[in-house]
T-cell receptor, first 113, second 110 residues
């Protein structure tokens, strides 16, 4: 079966624009996670979903960041009014349940000019 | 708050040398522990995991890790590294969410 997929693989945008990143988890995985990987910053947790609800949004850096998940499957991470410091690789992962092994997608490399 | 510390940020070894990467976490409850690896140009993949049972865990490619509860540690080891082990290694702890360490970049010289 297919792994976690993310689109687009690369996104270049201008400061102030909104972007939407998409994640398709492994079929049947109830938990879905978003992380950000910045140079020199390591891996930063953003938000996770159990089904369609997000019990923990504590990692979202600001109110410009939001995420939703529909149908217990696809998730989108939206960044409004992008800033240069938003430039990073955004990773999505999914797991069968919240305590299980997480399978990562290839990431979306976001560059804000 | 939960945290994970990886003390070695950069490690350079020659082939056939032994490897040990340190990982310490702070969380008093039950945890699941992981080591993930990211090879150059590839995405994160699981190397090994500990949920319960034998504290010495065997992973892929000859890696192993030992969970020492009293020391809150989960160090990664490999007796003899290869050039192909060059990668970034992340320790992670999952209590209610996965918390990653800052990563260790390993360079193995042929």
């Amino acid at each position: 079966g297919a792994g976690v997929s993310q689109s687009p693989s690369n996104k270049v945008t201008e400061k102030g624009k909104d972007v939407e990143l998409r994640c398709d988890p492994i079929s049947g995985h109830t938990a879905l996670y978003w992380y950000r990987q910045s140079l020199g910053q390591g891996l930063e947790f953003l938000i996770y979903f159990q089904g369609n609800s997000a019990p923990d949004k504590s990692g979202l850096p600001s109110d410009r960041f939001s995420a939703e998940r529909t149908g217990g499957s696809v998730s989108t991470l939206t960044i409004q009014r992008t800033q240069q410091e938003d430039s990073a690789v955004y990773l999505c992962a999914s797991s069968l349940d919240v305590y299980g092994e997480q399978f990562f997608g290839p990431g979306t490399r976001l560059t804000v000019l | 708050a939960q945290s994970v510390s990886q003390h070695n940020h950069h490690v350079i070894l020659s082939e056939a040398a032994s490897l040990e990467l340190g990982c310490n976490y702070s969380y008093g409850g039950t945890v699941n522990l992981f080591w993930y690896v990211q090879y150059p140009g590839q995405h994160l993949q699981l190397l090994l995991k500990y949920f319960s049972g034998d504290p010495l865990v065997k992973g892929i490619k000859g890696f192993e890790a030992e969970f020492i509860k009293s020391k809150f540690s989960f160090n990664l080891r490999k007796p003899s590294v290869q050039w192909s082990d060059t990668a970034e290694y992340f320790c992670a702890v999952n209590a209610s969410k996965l918390i990653f360490g800052s990563g260790t970049r390993l360079l193995v010289r042929p």
